[in-house]
């Protein structure tokens, strides 16, 4: 099969190469013009320099592949230029995937597209994601483009009988890409952990990369929607214990209950309400729809990847640990 | 009257939330070439119908105004359709890529009895209409020279002027990315300087690796009531957005980044004690400046774009009531004639 991966220079895009190249495939790397085009575990793959924002690069991309694994999206910026990057780029690619009759496309989402205030203490792959306009703006950038990402390769696959498979990936974590930011918050040498018993949805970049590998060849994730959580919960306490152990990071963790912060955020936001209106704003962590999509305590299902694709994550949280920091730089 | 946009992006969410707010203008519908675009922008600010066909939403809205904010390279041919289709346009900066161009607008606006207005926005923001009072009022003379300086990193990683992958829109227009901005500066030397009389630009490249093919820009301007200079920076740190106005009877420093407006007059007290009456005057104001920077950002609302709001809001207003809009034709003509002679020699992209 020979398969294009958009974004395959970015961080989950290497290793996604990777492992399509160890099951075998043809794999064509899409990187940025400008962007780094080395793949030294994969010498047979075949790159080609190409822009999303670009029709015509878009159409040189896809033509003569079987499949496309879509992972480029914009991580920064302002909501609107993400908007543009994301979505504007996937509306491009599906484009371009119609008229040379690509009909597979594996699109890397996020576990950010759910409504984090709505799911009570489990979350799965039928949980509800942010629908409204006014709740996507509340939850940001990231979360707007990811929904709509979604969305156009929905109705893609709808109107032109794409066989499509959207993966939900929980935090993607390697060496120097530690999920600090769904941990807690950082002051000076202390961690603050909020909510330190709580599981982090983690997946081990290799875990996740082997796992898009193995839906993309696979006839029965068409349509289907897959989160990909490593099994192994891990506690953000474990987690940041691990991390401060094994890496060079220095610092000591600090537990904060879950309910003292996610309270202090909404105290903070009535306040800036009260003061400001309704047009009020906050740094993100002070914002509860934020906070609780980072932070609230759910306990996540793994099982569909094992039952649709017949998978299992290669690598334990505790041979992953070993691999990234008794390797170092392996992984960046 | 009925409103309808052309170019969903950035620049977009402000005139679409300004629009939303202003009585008796009706937000018909969107259009951007990204069909997610423009239905987002339509849900999320109320817009009845969206498009990814502007000419088709011409001609099924049949809008009164038009909001051109599309990439700066479209802005003219944008602008043209929406004339002939008998709408007024309000058009983001630069409205045109030259003089004649401009010129072409104000003929096709002539023609139809519309109007076209430049976003020239920061002539309308608090700090330049307090500069702009106190200069009507004579409270610093006669105007003798004006300074315009704007220090943006706009080589920084991310930004797309400088984006490595492919060339930024901008980079078409002569001056390049810093052409983005002139409209800006020109305005502003425009108003405090008036109509030039002879102009020279300086353009020069710091940073050989960035894509741009100017990242310096200078310009020297002999206008009508004083003379100006005119600052573009990509290296100088941290930013800002000044504008100063040196008068026979004193000077006034406009802060736009961070808003502020700092008067050095000559007071009625022995000499020795007026550079610290001044220096006091100039610490109430810088910490007032602080204070109220951090509630403009807490409290949401268009922040440093207080200024387009204003100038949406007055030309709706003049629109509805038949009276000349606050950026008019001569202004246009006169701002888009002074960037003329500043990028006349600007280096073309490679």
């Known amino acids: 099969m020979k398969v294009l991966v958009t974004g395959a220079g970015g961080f989950l895009g290497r290793h996604v190469v990777r492992a399509l190249h160890r099951r075998g495939h043809d794999v064509r790397a899409m990187v940025r013009p400008a962007g780094r085009a080395d793949f030294p575990d994969s010498p047979s793959v075949d790159v080609v320099r190409a822009d999303l924002r670009r029709t015509e690069h878009v159409e040189v991309a896809v033509d003569g592949v079987d499949a496309v694994v879509h992972l480029a999206a914009a991580v920064g910026g302002d909501q609107d230029l993400q908007f543009a990057t994301t979505v504007g780029g996937t509306e491009r690619l599906l484009a371009a995937m119609k008229r040379a009759r690509v009909a597979r496309l594996v699109l890397a989402s996020s576990i950010a597209v759910y409504d984090w205030e709505r799911i009570g203490d489990r979350l799965t792959e039928d949980s509800p994601t942010v629908e409204s306009i006014n709740d996507l703006d509340r939850r940001g950038g990231y979360t707007v483009s990811k929904v709509w990402q979604e969305r156009v390769a929905r109705r893609a696959s709808e109107r032109d009988g794409l066989a499509l498979t959207v993966m939900r990936p929980g935090f993607v974590w390697a060496a120097g890409r530690e999920p600090l930011a769904g941990i807690g918050q950082r002051l000076g040498p202390l961690h603050l952990v909020f909510g330190p018993r709580r599981p982090l949805p983690l997946t081990y970049v290799e875990n996740c990369a082997d796992c898009f590998a193995a839906a993309t060849a696979s006839a029965a994730a068409a349509q289907q929607t897959l989160n990909v959580i490593d099994d192994e919960p891990v506690s953000a306490w474990r987690f940041t214990a691990e991390y401060l152990r094994r890496s060079p990071a220095q610092g000591r963790r600090v537990p904060v209950p879950y309910a003292l912060a996610v309270t202090s955020a909404r105290l903070a936001q009535r306040t800036s309400r009260a003061a400001f209106g309704e047009s009020a704003r906050l740094p993100s962590i002070l914002t509860p729809a934020h906070f609780e999509a980072r932070f609230k305590p759910l306990s996540f299902t793994t099982g569909r990847p094992r039952a649709v694709l017949g998978w299992d994550a290669p690598w334990s949280f505790e041979a992953a640990m070993d691999r990234t920091y008794d390797r170092p730089g392996a992984d960046a | ?350």
């Open chain 2, 1 to 350: 009257m009925k409103a309808a946009l052309i170019g969903a992006g950035h620049i977009a969410r402000q005139h679409l939330a300004c629009v939303g707010r202003l009585p008796g203008v009706e937000l018909a519908a969107v259009c951007d070439l990204s069909p997610a675009a423009a239905e987002i922008a339509a849900e999320r600010f109320g817009a009845r119908r969206w498009f990814t066909d502007h000419r088709a939403m011409l001609s099924a809205i049949t809008p009164d105004v038009v909001h051109v904010t599309a990439p700066p390279h479209v802005h003219y041919e944008l602008a043209v359709d929406a004339l002939s289709a008998g709408c007024h346009v309000i058009v983001e900066k630069p409205a045109a890529a030259t003089h004649a161009e401009a010129l072409d607008l104000l003929r096709r606006a002539h023609a139809r009895a519309r109007c076209v207005v430049e976003c020239q926005n920061y002539l309308f923001n608090t700090p330049i209409l307090r500069l702009r009072q106190l200069c009507r009022d004579g409270a610093l003379g006669e105007p003798v020279h004006v300074e315009v300086a704007m220090f943006l990193d706009i080589l920084a990683a991310g930004s797309p002027f400088a984006d490595p992958h492919i060339p930024h829109p901008t980079l078409v227009l002569p001056g390049g990315a810093i052409a983005d901005f002139l409209p800006h500066l020109a305005s502003l030397a425009y108003a405090f300087a008036g109509p030039h009389r002879e102009a020279h630009g300086l353009w020069a490249k710091r940073d050989p690796s960035s894509p741009l093919p100017s990242d310096e820009f200078r310009g020297l301007v002999e206008g009508d009531r004083a003379t100006a200079a005119l600052c573009f920076s990509s290296h100088g740190r941290p930013d800002a957005f000044t504008v100063q106005v040196s008068g026979t009877r004193g000077r006034a420093t406009a802060g736009l980044f961070e808003p502020r407006l700092v008067v050095e007059r000559m007071r009625r007290v022995p000499r020795p004690l007026v550079p610290a009456l001044n220096g006091l005057h100039e610490g109430r104001t810088a910490i007032r400046a602080a204070g109220q920077g951090l509630v403009r950002k807490l409290s949401g609302g268009p922040g440093g774009y207080e200024g387009l709001w204003r100038l949406i809001e007055q030309t709706y207003s003049a629109l509805g009531a038949g009276r000349q809009p606050p950026v008019g034709h001569e202004q246009l003509s006169g701002v888009h004639r002074l960037i003329d002679d500043l990028v006349a020699g600007a280096p073309a992209v490679r």
